[in-house]
């Protein structure tokens, strides 16, 4: 599956008494690209839940930081899927800010049941949208 990109604009709000992005920020453009990435396949996650049972946590972490961003800039927020296992699900993730990369990162996403909170295969209608 190719790279989804989901613009976000810098808020005020976004940035620190230093006038660029807080660096907790940086992971809520990562899970909006996320989301908006799984919503542009059909499937809302109330939807996976109430239907389906299942919900999806992040399970690890890791970013890398490389140039700030700053108030008012739009930026370009990618998700690709690196891996995809029976119940896990592997990005890479980057924010760029006119072609420049200012942040990478891997995320590995967990398919978990809604009530128990234990692993759970992903469903196989969503496996097949992946796959294609």
């Known amino acids: 599956m190719g790279e989804f990109i989901w613009p976000v604009r810098v808020y005020y709000e976004d940035t620190d008494s230093g006038g660029v992005v807080y660096h907790a920020n940086y992971l809520k453009f990562m899970e909006r690209a996320r989301s ?3 919503r542009s396949l059909g499937f809302e996650q109330d939807a996976l839940k109430n239907e389906s049972g299942i919900i999806f946590a992040v399970r690890a972490i890791s970013v890398d930081f490389r140039r ?8 370009e927020v990618s998700a690709r899927i690196g891996a995809c296992g029976k119940a896990s699900l592997s990005f890479e993730q980057h924010i760029r800010h006119n072609n420049e990369l200012l942040c990478s990162g891997r995320v590995n996403i967990a ?5 128990t909170l234990k692993a759970h295969p992903i ?5 097949a949208q992946l796959s294609s």
């Open 36 to 38: 908006e990435w799984l």
């Open 68 to 75: 700030p961003a700053r108030f008012n800039q739009l930026l």
């Open 111 to 115: 398919c978990l049941d809604a009530a």
């Open 123 to 127: 469903p196989k209608h969503l496996l």
